[in-house]
């Protein structure tokens, strides 16, 4: 069965497998179980895949910390700094399990789709 694009990403943000959207994506915290336990779509090596959309993401949100940084004035810029630091960090490794699952579902997405120039 072809899932919708948004389809998919429903159930990859909820952290659920791309395939059948009940079995979880993550043993631990940030760490893939190696297939699905309800319909055994793998997951773990779907990880090596989504490496460009974390980096990505990651860039974006360290973007994002920049523009922030720029428009608070701070009266201690190390103060600043060091709360710039802190926010970059933290932003980047609590959505790091939530792009990772974005990440598995883009890759399932593009390789449930039929190959145009198939079998030619
Ligand atoms: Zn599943």
Redesign the pocket.
């Known amino acids: 069965m072809l899932y919708h694009l948004h389809d998919v990403l429903r159930k990859t943000i909820r952290l659920?497998?791309?395939?059948?959207?009940?079995?979880s994506l993550y043993s631990r915290w940030n760490q893939l179980h190696e297939?699905?336990?309800?319909?055994?779509?793998t997951?773990q090596r779907r990880e090596e895949e989504g490496w460009f959309f974390i980096y990505m993401t990651t860039a974006g949100l360290t973007g994002v910390v920049v523009v922030v940084m720029l428009l608070i004035d701070v009266p201690d810029i190390f103060l600043g700094q060091i709360g710039v630091l802190v926010a970059w960090f933290v932003i980047i490794l609590l959505t790091l399990p939530i792009r990772k699952a974005i990440a598995i579902g883009i890759d399932y997405y593009i390789e449930q789709r039929p190959r145009k120039n198939a079998g030619t």
Do not use: N
């Open positions: 659920k497998c791309p395939d059948c959207g009940e079995g297939r699905c336990a309800v319909c055994s779509c997951l």
